[in-house]
């Protein structure tokens, strides 16, 4: 499995989780010329919670969600804004959200949902 395989991979796992909390996915792998939004929700409460998913094939460089550094935070804030632009949402009620997928030869997927990162 490559690089792409496994983030494809991660994604999905993460996507089917947040189906499974009664989520709504609103978007995937939203481009525009700044980066990409890995998944774009709605949780229950009606929050619109912006996903960055991180996935790892073993745990040498450390746990997934170590991955989401400030500089990807403030990257997310801003391909946050352009989205809800784009889709013409007009919203105070929004959240970053990291999911990180630890994929390991032999055992099941492990996935941890971070809510409110990068505050």
């Given amino acids: 499995m490559d690089r792409r ?3 494809q991979l ?3 796992l993460a996507a089917e989780h947040l189906c499974s909390l009664g989520w709504q996915i609103l978007d995937r792998n939203w481009r525009c010329p700044t980066g990409e939004l890995d998944i774009v929700a709605r949780d229950p409460a009606g929050v619109v919670v912006f996903c960055e998913v991180k996935c ?3 745990g040498g460089f450390g ?3 170590e991955a989401i550094t400030v500089a990807k935070m403030r990257k997310l804030r801003s391909l946050a804004i352009c989205w809800l632009r784009a889709q ?7 959240r970053f959200d990291g999911i990180g997928v ?3 030869d032999g ?7 971070k809510e409110g990162i990068g505050l």
Avoid at 88 to 94: P, W
Avoid at 107 to 113: K, N
């Fill in 102 to 104: 630890l994929l390991a």
């Fill in 107 to 113: 055992i099941a997927p492990r996935l941890t949902h």
């Fill in 10 to 12: 991660g994604e999905d």
């Fill in 88 to 94: 013409e949402i007009f919203t105070r009620q929004i």
């Fill in 5 to 7: 395989e496994t983030g």
């Fill in 63 to 65: 746990p997934p969600l």
């Fill in 56 to 58: 790892r094939r073993g």
